[in-house]
């Protein structure tokens, strides 16, 4: 390295390009959700390519003024913790306090090889996202719901007649997340919900 | 439906929830690459969210001023012609005008599914990303093929290896299009080129 300047940028690109090849991890990372065309079940990477889409497509359903994207930055990383975290599938029991502490650290350690101000700022992200306040969290939020919901809704039934979630349940655990982002998703999410539940009996 | 609004933005709803569900089908799309881990070989939609990612970690090795929500959303679709008209790889001979007449026609079909003006929004962005003339498009396009690299690097020359790539092809299919959008992501580029080719011998 002839200076300085050069030296420091190399080291901060070697860092950029270690952290990127680390979380194509993510892509063996298995979910509860089926595809829509049942082949398998989906990975928490293109999961995470199809919550941006639904951002990018859906951002005039926001019941808040949202920066698009801070929200597609959200989405994007949202799940990186998994790669040492694993998922937690919402119709198991989990010990919270543990799966907290684990995705901590997780986060530590994977946007810890980033260059600092780089990786602080996509853990506050990955923080903002999880403590779901803000606007922008909210609405990245009810779209990690509404997702989800529209599989099952395409798959008999998917991780719903899996776990044998009840009507009420998938109301309970689905609604309330993308209420509090969107109301036209809301109330197109109920509405869903209602006739897929309804219908079987 | 209380009111010609109301059932108007129910409308445009019902086409948007079609084309995210339409769009599940990238995830069946198979491109050649490897992951890193060589489990399997990548599918386009984790491909298009790993870039989005490079987009997102490496926007200040561009170039030029770039809009990086835009370079986002043009990675983010930018494969999603695929669904119809297959993946086309690097080192496999392929009729241009014919694929470009099939991508041409699915472009229409899938954006067709949206309300007309997000649409006609997001097949603007496709062409321009495909014409790789702006500076948002020309550094989305450097991404797109310094990911792959980066996998052939990892897995011992991944589709190199398979398809009998030599250096100088390598070179030639590699660095110009990561050159077009950012030299220091080409400088890098070359180099580890170099030492994989040259390491081989
Ligand atoms: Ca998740």
Redesign the interface.
Known sequence: MSSPSSSL?KTD?EQ??Q???E??????VIRKSP???Q?RR??S??H???L???A???KD?ADAPIN??RV??ML??HDIVEIDAGDHPIHEAVDHAAQEAKELAAAERIFGL?PTA?GEELKALWFEFEAAQSDDARFAKSLDRL?PM??NL?TNGGTWTEANVTHEQAEQRYTPVIQSGSS??WR?AKEQVDRFFLGKK
Chains 1, 2 share one sequence.
């Open positions: 940028s690109l950029q390009i952290f990127l090849k979380i194509d991890q993510l892509k063996s595809l829509i065309n082949s989906e990975n990477a293109e995470s390519w199809h941006a889409m639904y990018l497509i859906l359903h698009l994207e597609l930055k994007l990383i980033l780089q997702q529209m599989h395409e036209s998703l197109y």
